[in-house]
């Protein structure tokens, strides 16, 4: 599968996020990030894996780790279904798919029929109760994918989804997250 590999520099870019501020991944150099894919706002897997990971972000934050999100959606439909959720790190929308284009994130039918085959996950979202059942603003074949960037902006994991629900185990963000950091001026190996 084409896509970025361990030890490549992160790819730079620079977009507003779902509030308007400007994100670009280079003013991150010097601390980790993690840089999560997301497929659009009201996708059920999406809805219980946010949910997780905005109960984990100030854990993260604490040990060093920013997260970017991305959804497939527009910034109003994000905005409309996971604003409420009280953002914690900056979300970004992109509905033309550029991002995921850069970092080689892809969509599959089958990604999609094995996806759901995750009956618990899927029961747990339409439990949850932000989650809304909406017609998706986006492409249904989609698949999430997850990135681990180091503070020397070099990719530490890239976690390309096998189906729609699949997403980077929290215990490998959490040995990332635990991780010392040598100053980015240091050269060391990774």
Known sequence: MPGLQIGAPALDFMVPDIEGRQIRLSDYRGKKVLLTFFRFATCPFCT??????????????????????????SAEYIQA??????LSFPVIADPEAKL????????????LLLGML????????????IFHMAKP???IIRLPADFLIGSDQLIHAAY????IGDH?????????AAQITLPVS????V
Do not use: N, W
């Open 100 to 111: 995921y284009q850069l970092y080689g994130v892809q969509k599959s039918i089958p990604g």
């Open 137 to 139: 603003d986006a492409s």
């Open 186 to 189: 240091e050269p060391h190996s």
């Open 48 to 73: 219980i894996r946010f949910s997780s990971l905005l109960r984990e972000a100030q854990q993260y934050a604490e040990q060093g780790v920013q997260i970017i999100a991305v959804f497939e959606s």
């Open 168 to 176: 980077i185990p929290f215990s490998s963000i959490d040995r990332f």
């Open 160 to 163: 390309y989804g096998r189906d």
């Open 81 to 86: 279904y996971m604003g409420q959720r009280g």
């Open 118 to 129: 995750r009956l618990p996950t899927l029961m747990r979202a339409l439990f949850d109760p």
